[in-house]
């Protein structure tokens, strides 16, 4: 079984940073793209960034210039560096990764962390 458990959400006054962990563990062959998105109450759940095992990046409209995803192949953790934060910014963040294991396809599947809530008061 594959697990994602992310750590480091909490109350964060506006302007303030925090920073997001999820960590991956099990039965694992390679991990490709691993990614963070967010889902604030009332709406859909939207991608906040994305990073290839290559390191590639790419990034929400919203959140450029201030949050920086990076990741630890050796330790199969991705972590979300969040600045300047704003209360919309507030909502349950969930980590996702494509994993391949010893039973999915070739390509991997997708796995989904429990999620973290990050709250930004004004």
């Known amino acids: 079984q594959v697990q994602l458990v992310e750590s480091g959400g909490g109350l964060v006054q506006a302007g303030g940073s925090l920073r997001l962990s999820c960590a991956a563990s099990?039965?694992?062959?390679?991990?490709?793209?691993m990614a963070w998105y967010r889902q604030a109450p009332g709406k859909q759940r939207e991608l906040v960034a994305h990073i290839t095992s290559g390191g590639s990046t790419n990034y929400a409209d919203s959140v450029t210039g201030r949050f920086t995803i990076s990741r630890d192949n050796a330790k199969n953790m991705v972590y979300l560096q969040m600045n300047s934060l704003n209360p919309e910014d507030t909502a349950v963040y969930y980590c996702n990764a494509r994993i391949r294991t010893p039973t999915t396809p070739l390509t991997g599947r997708d796995y989904w962390g429990q999620g973290t809530q990050v709250t930004v008061s004004s």
């Open positions: 099990g039965r694992i062959f390679s991990i490709n793209g």
